[in-house]
C-alpha cells in the first residue's frame, strides 16, 4: 500500500509539472523579436515582450541540442529538430531582465551560439542576450552628450609586462581644463576589464547621469583583477597581494600623472562586483590612505570592527538582488549606521547575481559618490 501511494504521489508530481510547463507554453505570446545583441542580419536568438527568449541553431548532423539558458536546476533549454535539419527551443519560463551569459551544447561539446555577439565571462568568451526591462532606459544610448572610453596600456613591473586598463572619462574632458575623481570599478570572477562597459554599459549609465545632471562627473578606471587564476569553487585561495600592488603602485600612479585626476584620497573610490567586491574590501582595509569611498555590489559586507584602528570612510556602499541575500546586507547596514559611519544599500528588485542587479547599483551609487 505504500509503495502504490509513493508511485501515486510521484505520478501526481510529474503530471502536475507536466501541465505546469504546458501551460506556461499556451501562455506564452508570439510577439518575438530579435535580440538587441545579435550579430548584424542574424535573426536569432529571439525575446518576447513576457522575457521568455527563443534560439535556433543549424546542427544538421547533432543528435542533441541543448542551450545553457533556461530556469534554474532545469539543466537549461533542450531544443527540439526540425525537418530542416535547425534546431530549435523556448525557455520554459520568463528570464530576469536583463544580460545574461549563456552557450550552446551540441552533443555534449560547449560551443557559442553564432547568432549573437560573444562576452567575456566563466573564464570564456560566451553568447550574451539581452532580456528587455522595464527601467532599461537609464542604460540605454540616448542622443546626449557622450564620454569616451578608451583602452590604455601601463607598465606593470611587479608581473613584468605591460597590462590593460579602460578608462572612461566624462563628456567634454578632451576640450575643457579640469580636473576629476576617479572610481576604480573591479569586474566578478571569470570577467575581465572589458566587462563592466560591455555587458554593464557603465559609460552610457554615466552619460544619461550627467546629462540629466544627478552626479557630478568623474573618471572610471577598469582593469584587470588578476581573478581568473583561482578556479571556481577554490575562491580562498585567491590572494590579494599582486592584484593589490598593481592596482596601488602602478596602474593610479600612471592614471594620475597620465589624466587629470583629482590625486587625492578624499577623490578616489573603489568598488567591485562579486569578487571585486571582495578585492574592494580587502584593498580598502589593508590600504585606507587610498580610498574614500567603498563599493560592494553582491560581494559581501563590512561591519564596524573592520575599521578598528583605521579612519572611516566617506561612503560605504552595500549592494545585492533580491534573489540573493538581501538580510546580509541590510543588517550590516544598521550595524554600520548605528556605529556612526556613512552607509547606504541598495536591493535591485526581482534580479541575482547578475548584471541587472549592478546596472543598477551603479546607478544608485554613482550620486552618492564624491559628495
Known sequence: MKNFLKISLLAISIMSSINFVQAQQLAIVE?????????????????????????????????????????????????????????????????????????????????????????????RWESGIEIPAADQDFYALKNVPHGNVQQILFPSLSTGTSRR????????????????????????????????????????????????GKIKPFIIVNTYGMTNEVKWGKMKEFKIDGFQTVLVDELIPFIDANFRTIAKKEQRAMAGLSMGGMETKTISLNKPDVFAYYGLLSGGTYASTDFKDKPQPKLIFLSCGSKERPDGIRKALEELKTAGFNAVSYISEGTAHEFQTWRRSLLAMAPLLFK
Not at 534554474?72 to 520568463?94: N, Q, Y
Not at 545574461?100 to 552533443?107: A, E, P, S, T
Not at 580636473?179 to 552619460?207: C, F, S
Open 31 to 123: 510577439d518575438f523579436k530579435p535580440s538587441s545583441l545579435n550579430q548584424p542580419q542574424q535573426e536569432y536568438p529571439m525575446v518576447n515582450s513576457q522575457g521568455y527568449a527563443r534560439f535556433k541553431i543549424a546542427a544538421p548532423t547533432a543528435d542533441s541540442v541543448r542551450v545553457s539558458l533556461g530556469l534554474g536546476g532545469r539543466g537549461g533549454t533542450k531544443l527540439a529538430k526540425a525537418e530542416d535539419g535547425t534546431w530549435m527551443g523556448t525557455t520554459e519560463g520568463h528570464m530576469d531582465e536583463g544580460f545574461h551569459y549563456y552557450n550552446v551544447k551540441i552533443d555534449g561539446g560547449k560551443f557559442n551560439d553564432p547568432g549573437t555577439l560573444n562576452y567575456y565571462g566563466s573564464v
Open 165 to 212: 586598463a579602460f578608462v572612461y572619462t566624462p563628456p567634454g574632458y578632451e576640450k575643457g581644463k579640469g580636473k576629476y575623481p576617479v572610481l576604480y570599478l573591479q569586474h566578478g570572477w571569470g570577467e575581465d576589464e572589458t566587462a563592466w562597459m560591455n555587458q554593464g554599459r557603465a559609460n552610457l549609465i554615466m552619460d544619461n547621469l550627467i546629462a540629466d
